[in-house]
Each structure stands twice: as structure tokens, then as C-alpha cells.
């Protein structure tokens, strides 16, 4: 089955303490992305990558990182977590850039004590 | 910046009822216009497109059509059933070729 898969789905965790989520899509999508959404501002692009080793930042990149390593797998890295971080989180892919299809993981919600 | 403006919810309605939900929208130019919908406890999903004026994208018995004198894309649908329960985003490409959302919009569809 085509699919975006995120991990963990819920995460509880505190200030400072370093955390990654997953993402991994099976459909050979090139371009990859992540949102956060936040009542009352919809969603918001954190960082995207258009192709393997290629990343860039989205609206609203700072306290995140991104890797792109493999085609499939592109993880969301929080080094220092602080409480405004709070929020749901979707990875997304697309076959080759946002023209296409976004396809959108089940999300993963985040809490930051 | 380029920008999408949804009407407030929720929207309420009985089964059955004409649905619409208003998108306006700010841009350079002439993005590609998307809905996406968000059924409870998941991720989205695209629901319908449109990339040029006058297009009208449709799917599952909701349209929509590009209006570039009203700056608009409106979501319709004759008649709504309690499965179409959901938060519907307007979107477009921007000119940096960003994906833009509203804040979207809940529909309630009761018995």
C-alpha cells in the first residue's frame, strides 16, 4: 500500500531534551516536506527536500533540523525542544515537486513540557 | 507575502444540505489552487485542484472554480452526508513555490 508513515504518532517530552520523528514514504517521491499545525494558523511548511541531499527552509524552519540521506526517508530533528513547539506535526511527498500530489502522513503530535 | 482566507466555523449542517465554503485568496500572478480535506484523527488528503482561471477542479461530488476576477475558489457540493464530516484547507502555490494554507474550515453534517 502507497504510504507516508511518521513516528512516533504522540510524544510527550521535556525542555532541552533532543528528539527525532520519522518519516518514511514507499512511493520513490522525490520532494519531501514538513508541516506544523497550529489552531488558527493552519498549516505552515517547517523545511522541504526537493531530491537526496537537497534540503531547504520552509516558512517557519527555526529549532528544527532535516536530513535527506535516502530518498524515502526524510526525519525532523528537534535539538533543543522548547514548550512552542507544541503541536501537531505532518510529513508530506509529492513525486516530483509541489505541483503534484502532496501525500500526507498521519501526523505525530508533539507536547514540549 | 501571498496569502488564503477561509470563512470561520464550523459550518453545521443537515444531511443532505448544499454545502459551500469560501476561499479567497492574495497572490502574484496565477497559483494553483488546491482543497485538501482532513478527516478526524488524520492527514490530509487532496480533494481537488485547479491551475489556471476559469478551471474547475471536482472530485467526490465537491467543485470548485478558479475565479481570478473574484480572486476566489469556492467549495460546493449539492449534498453533503455525514461522512463528509471534516476540516477542508484552501491552498495555493505561491510564487516561491511554497504551498500556502487557510486555516481551514470544520464541517458538521448531522442526521
Known amino acids: 500500500e502507497a504510504q507516508v508513515t511518521q513516528n512516533p504518532r504522540y510524544l510527550i517530552t521535556v525542555t532541552g531534551k533532543k528528539l527525532t520523528v520519522t518519516c518514511s514514504q514507499n512511493?520513490?517521491?522525490?520532494?519531501m516536506s514538513w508541516y506544523r499545525q497550529d489552531p488558527g494558523l493552519g498549516l505552515r511548511q517547517i523545511y522541504y527536500?526537493?531530491?537526496?541531499?537537497?534540503?531547504d527552509k520552509g516558512d517557519v524552519p527555526e529549532g528544527y533540523k532535516v536530513s535527506r540521506k535516502e530518498k524515502r526517508n526524510f526525519p525532523l530533528i528537534l535539538e533543543s525542544p522548547s514548550p512552542n513547539q507544541t503541536s501537531l506535526y505532518f510529513c508530506?511527498?509529492?513525486?516530483?515537486?509541489?505541483?503534484?500530489?502532496?501525500?500526507f502522513g498521519p501526523g505525530t503530535r508533539l507536547t514540549v513540557l | 507575502g501571498d496569502s488564503v482566507t477561509q470563512m470561520e466555523g464550523p459550518v453545521t449542517l443537515s444531511e443532505e444540505a448544499f454545502l459551500t465554503i469560501n476561499c479567497t485568496y492574495t497572490?502574484?500572478?496565477?497559483?494553483?489552487l488546491f482543497w485538501y480535506v482532513q478527516y478526524p484523527g488524520e492527514g490530509l488528503q487532496l480533494l481537488l485542484k485547479?491551475?489556471?482561471?476559469?478551471d474547475k477542479g471536482s472530485n467526490k461530488g465537491f467543485e470548485a472554480t478558479y475565479r481570478k476576477e473574484t480572486t476566489s475558489f469556492h467549495l460546493e457540493k449539492g449534498s453533503v452526508q455525514v461522512s463528509d464530516s471534516a476540516v477542508y484547507f484552501c491552498?495555493?502555490?505561491?510564487?516561491?513555490?511554497?504551498?500556502?494554507f487557510g486555516t481551514g474550515t470544520r464541517l458538521q453534517v448531522f442526521p
Open positions: 491552498a495555493l502555490i505561491d510564487n516561491t513555490d511554497k504551498l500556502i
Open positions: 512511493m520513490n517521491h522525490e520532494y
Open positions: 508530506a511527498s509529492s513525486f516530483l515537486d509541489l505541483t503534484d500530489t502532496q501525500y
Open positions: 527536500s526537493m531530491n537526496v541531499e537537497v534540503t
Open positions: 485547479a491551475t489556471k482561471a476559469d
Open positions: 497572490a502574484t500572478g496565477y497559483p494553483s
